[in-house]
Nanobody
Framework: QVQLVESGGGLVQPGGSLRLSCAVS????????MAWYRQAPGKQRDLVAA???????NYPDSVKGRFTISRDYAKNTVYLQMDNLKPEDTAVYYC?????????????WGQGTQVTVSS
């Protein structure tokens, strides 16, 4: 059974930093693209950062220059470094990964971790 376990959320003041982690566990063959999404109350879930298996990254303009996605292939873990945080970054952050077994594959989600930016 595949699991994505997130950690690193919390309360931070505007201008502060947080680092989120998402570790994939289970009997898997490979992981393709990985990404972070966020969802604020009453809003849709939006892409925050994505990284391909080759290491190419993609960010929306709202976080470009402030957020950095990276991955540790040996640990099956993806990270999101968030700097210069703003109140509008407050949301539940979800990890997503495209995971493959020997005869299966699909898109999997973590349980979400709350990030609150407030003074």
């Amino acid at each position: 059974q595949v699991q994505l376990v997130e950690s690193g959320g919390g309360l931070v003041q505007p201008g502060g930093s947080l680092r989120l982690s998402c570790a994939v566990s289970g009997s898997i063959f490979s992981i393709n693209a990985m990404a972070w999404y966020r969802q604020a109350p009453g809003k849709q879930r939006d892409l925050v950062a994505a990284i391909t298996n080759g290491g190419s990254t993609n960010y929306p303009d709202s976080v470009k220059g402030r957020f950095t996605i990276s991955r540790d292939y040996a640990k099956n873990t993806v990270y999101l470094q968030m700097d210069n945080l703003k109140p509008e970054d407050t949301a539940v952050y979800y990890c997503n990964a495209h995971i493959f077994g020997s005869s299966w594959g699909g898109s999997y989600w973590g349980q979400g971790t709350q990030v609150t930016v407030s003074s």
